[in-house]
């Protein structure tokens, strides 16, 4: 993530390919709730499979290396349990979200620099397995190491180590951040070595720690030029990356590793579907790497995963533009074939007025439903529009006031920090609804889950009304439906199901609003859905 003081970039997101649409920029009118509400049906279609869902995740960016290091086990344990949790109470209520795919950022060295690294922010520094390629203390970033182990044990799928830059000892300037502009800060001829610390890396993660790293994402961001003091970062040009890939594919096997390349981690959606202006080296990746005719594609290499990801960041706002950038990232995945897209982090760097947001932008943190809405429908046109597979939270964890976080810690006397020493050892635990939100997705959709039709529902228009997405899991005859109702009227609904029946006629919702939090509620008539004003609701049932 990398925060501006100027206007939007962009965004990504791929699949489900809907008409051009305009919609309102403008939040939905004051309407009071109607318990003589007209009921809508709902048309959801088995037969009509959509994509493949692959994982909901978060990473453990800037805040676990000390929470997972020095907070008490008690805390440490509650925050992985609201992460990654598939456990449910007494009542049947979900402990937690039950994330499918937690993201890792392997480390470069700049906290060993300390100061000299430039990088201002202590928390923003990262520890690196080894200072020479040669000797390495897996005994570092041990918060992290500690949350991912916290995770496998709690089910989580897949694990995905991300870098923000090559280690300190093989950039070209001694940094993690850049002083080059556009190319990888990488000394000459050191793309080899640079591949050695990967693959050693994830192979003693994986003997000395247990932990198997699923998919490995060298580059992050590269439009940028990360020449600040802000955080770790380095350009990279499309050019740097393929080669990187061909270096790092077969070491990755000869090393005996499964993980798969992630190419993508564009800053923007934009820079997926077309060439930039100022960023033509950066930009246009989806062709680049994947399409039929390009000299450059990567798609046959070993270990490489088909899967382009990018930010969902700047484009959220307004509607319509969230729309159209998804629609055309959608259009250049299907123009391909075969890949499929992820967004692969998020929080809010938009500024949509206070209509939308509390504080009118990311400033200032917001545990309550407002942040809660505007993510969990970004997350429904990803899917919907985008068609995305994969949708990821950027951290999970933040000690700042600011909309960045799914959990909030705090010293029990404000809203956040950034002193260095605020929340290092202990602190309090706020989740927020946007966690629950997310939580509405998550804990259900599982990997392997596909989302089917409803061709009731076109989600490119219902941005300020209610947006629904369905899901099936066809081996055990499951029935998912996620519903998000930004309005301010409860709205109802008929259940109608082609391709199969539901089971009792029965489905159980789980509820988020500004009073529940994921609360599973009584089971209800397929014909009597029911969702509340401003709330995110899930309902749960089988068919046959």
Same mark, same amino acid.
């Given at each position: 993530?990398?925060?501006?003081?100027?206007?939007?970039?962009?965004?990504?997101?791929?699949?489900?390919?809907?008409? %051009?649409?305009?919609? #309102?920029?403008?939040?939905?009118?004051?309407?009071?709730?109607?318990?003589?509400?007209?009921?809508?049906?709902?048309?959801?279609?088995?037969?009509?499979?959509?994509?493949?869902?692959?994982?909901?995740?978060?990473?453990?960016?800037?805040?676990?290396?000390?929470?997972?290091? %020095?907070?008490?086990?008690?805390?440490?344990?509650?925050?992985?349990?609201?992460?990654?949790?598939?456990?449910?109470?007494?009542?049947?209520?979900?402990?937690?979200?039950?994330?499918?795919?937690?993201?890792?950022?392997?480390? =470069?060295?700049?906290?060993?620099?300390?100061?000299?690294?430039?990088?201002?922010?202590?928390?923003?520094?990262?520890?690196?397995?080894? =200072?020479?390629?040669?000797?390495?203390?897996?005994?570092?970033?041990?918060?992290?190491?500690?949350?991912?182990?916290?995770?496998?044990?709690?089910?989580?799928?897949?694990?995905?180590?991300?870098?923000?830059?090559?280690?300190?000892?093989?950039?070209?300037?001694?940094?993690?951040?850049?002083?080059?502009?556009?190319?990888?800060?990488?000394?000459?001829?050191?793309?080899?070595?640079?591949?050695?610390?990967?693959? !050693?890396?994830?192979?003693?993660?994986?003997?000395?720690?247990?932990?198997?790293?699923?998919?490995?994402?060298?580059? %992050?961001?590269?439009?940028?030029?990360?020449?600040?003091?802000?955080?770790?970062?380095?350009?990279?040009?499309?050019?740097?990356?393929?080669?990187?890939? %061909?270096?790092?594919?077969?070491?990755?096997?000869?090393?005996? /590793?499964?993980?798969?390349?992630?190419?993508?981690?564009? #800053?923007?959606?934009?820079?997926?579907?077309?060439?930039?202006?100022?960023?033509?080296?950066?930009?246009?990746?989806?062709?680049?790497?994947?399409?039929?005719?390009?000299?450059?594609?990567?798609?046959? /290499?070993?270990?490489?995963?088909?899967?382009?990801?990018?930010?969902?960041?700047?484009?959220?706002?307004?509607?319509?533009?969230?729309?159209?950038?998804?629609?055309?990232?959608?259009?250049?995945?299907?123009?391909?074939? #075969?890949?499929?897209?992820?967004?692969?982090?998020?929080?809010?760097?938009?500024?949509?007025? !206070?209509?939308?947001?509390?504080?009118?932008?990311?400033?200032?943190?917001?545990?309550?439903?407002?942040?809660?809405?505007? !993510?969990?429908?970004?997350?429904?046109?990803?899917?919907?529009?985008?068609?995305?597979?994969?949708?990821?939270?950027?951290?999970?964890?933040?000690?700042?006031?600011?909309?960045?976080?799914?959990?909030?810690?705090?010293?029990?006397?404000?809203? #956040?920090?950034?002193?260095?020493?605020?929340?290092?050892?202990?602190?309090?635990?706020?989740?927020?609804?946007?966690?629950?939100?997310?939580?509405?997705?998550?804990?259900?959709?599982?990997?392997?889950?596909?989302?089917?039709?409803?061709? =009731?529902?076109?989600?490119?228009?219902?941005?300020?009304?209610?947006?629904?997405?369905?899901?099936?899991?066809?081996?055990?005859?499951?029935?998912?439906?996620?519903?998000?109702?930004?309005?301010?009227?409860?709205?109802?609904?008929?259940?109608? /199901?082609?391709?199969?029946?539901?089971?009792?006629?029965?489905?159980?919702?789980?509820? =988020?609003?500004?009073?529940?939090?994921?609360?599973?509620?009584?089971?209800?008539?397929?014909?009597?859905?029911?969702?509340?004003?401003?709330?995110?609701?899930?309902?749960?049932?089988?068919?046959?």
């Amino acid at each position: 993530m990398k925060f501006f003081n100027t206007t939007k970039v962009s965004l990504l997101c791929a699949g489900l390919l809907l008409a %051009n649409t305009i919609v #309102g920029c403008d939040s939905e009118s004051d309407n009071s709730n109607s318990e003589n509400a007209a009921v809508t049906s709902l048309n959801v279609n088995l037969d009509m499979s959509l994509q493949t869902m692959e994982s909901f995740g978060a990473s453990d960016a800037w805040q676990c290396n000390f929470i997972g290091k %020095n907070w008490p086990s008690d805390k440490r344990n509650k925050i992985a349990d609201l992460l990654f949790s598939q456990a449910v109470d007494a009542d049947g209520n979900p402990k937690g979200i039950g994330l499918s795919l937690w993201r890792f950022n392997l480390g =470069t060295g700049s906290a060993e620099q300390g100061d000299a690294s430039d990088i201002t922010d202590e928390w923003r520094r990262t520890e690196c397995f080894t =200072t020479n390629g040669v000797s390495y203390d897996m005994n570092k970033q041990a918060g992290q190491v500690w949350f991912m182990k916290a995770a496998r044990e709690r089910g989580v799928n897949k694990l995905l180590a991300f870098a923000n830059s090559a280690p300190v000892y093989l950039t070209q300037n001694g940094k993690a951040h850049a002083t080059i502009k556009e190319f990888y800060n990488l000394k000459d001829g050191k793309m080899p070595d640079l591949a050695d610390f990967w693959t !050693t890396s994830l192979d003693k993660l994986k003997t000395e720690h247990g932990l198997t790293i699923d998919y490995v994402s060298p580059f %992050n961001e590269p439009q940028y030029e990360w020449d600040g003091s802000g955080q770790e970062g380095s350009p990279a040009t499309n050019a740097n990356i393929y080669s990187f890939v %061909n270096i790092l594919s077969p070491k990755l096997q000869a090393k005996g /590793l499964d993980a798969k390349i992630v190419v993508g981690e564009a #800053g923007s959606y934009e820079s997926l579907y077309k060439t930039v202006s100022g960023k033509e080296s950066r930009s246009n990746q989806i062709d680049y790497f994947f399409a039929a005719n390009s000299t450059k594609k990567i798609s046959g /290499l070993s270990n490489v995963k088909n899967t382009i990801s990018g930010h969902s960041y700047w484009q959220a706002w307004p509607l319509n533009e969230m729309v159209s950038s998804r629609q055309a990232a959608a259009s250049r995945i299907q123009s391909v074939g #075969g890949v499929s897209l992820w967004s692969s982090e998020y929080c809010v760097l938009e500024s949509p007025g !206070t209509a939308e947001l509390p504080g009118g932008a990311g400033a200032g943190r917001d545990l309550g439903m407002s942040l809660a809405l505007w !993510t969990a429908r970004i997350i429904s046109t990803d899917i919907a529009v985008g068609g995305v597979t994969s949708w990821q939270w950027w951290t999970a964890i933040s000690r700042g006031d600011y909309k960045d976080g799914l959990i909030h810690v705090d010293d029990g006397a404000s809203n #956040g920090a950034g002193n260095a020493d605020y929340c290092k050892n202990d602190g309090y635990i706020r989740d927020s609804k946007t966690l629950w939100a997310l939580g509405n997705f998550s804990f259900f959709v599982k990997p392997g889950m596909v989302r089917v039709q409803i061709p =009731t529902i076109d989600n490119s228009t219902e941005l300020n009304n209610v947006m629904v997405t369905a899901y099936k899991d066809a081996v055990n005859k499951k029935l998912v439906i996620v519903a998000v109702n930004i309005s301010k009227s409860a709205k109802k609904y008929n259940l109608k /199901l082609s391709g199969g029946t539901v089971t009792d006629n029965k489905l159980t919702p789980y509820t =988020t609003s500004e009073t529940l939090s994921l609360k599973k509620g009584t089971a209800v008539d397929a014909a009597s859905l029911e969702i509340p004003a401003r709330s995110v609701v899930t309902y749960v049932g089988n068919y046959k």
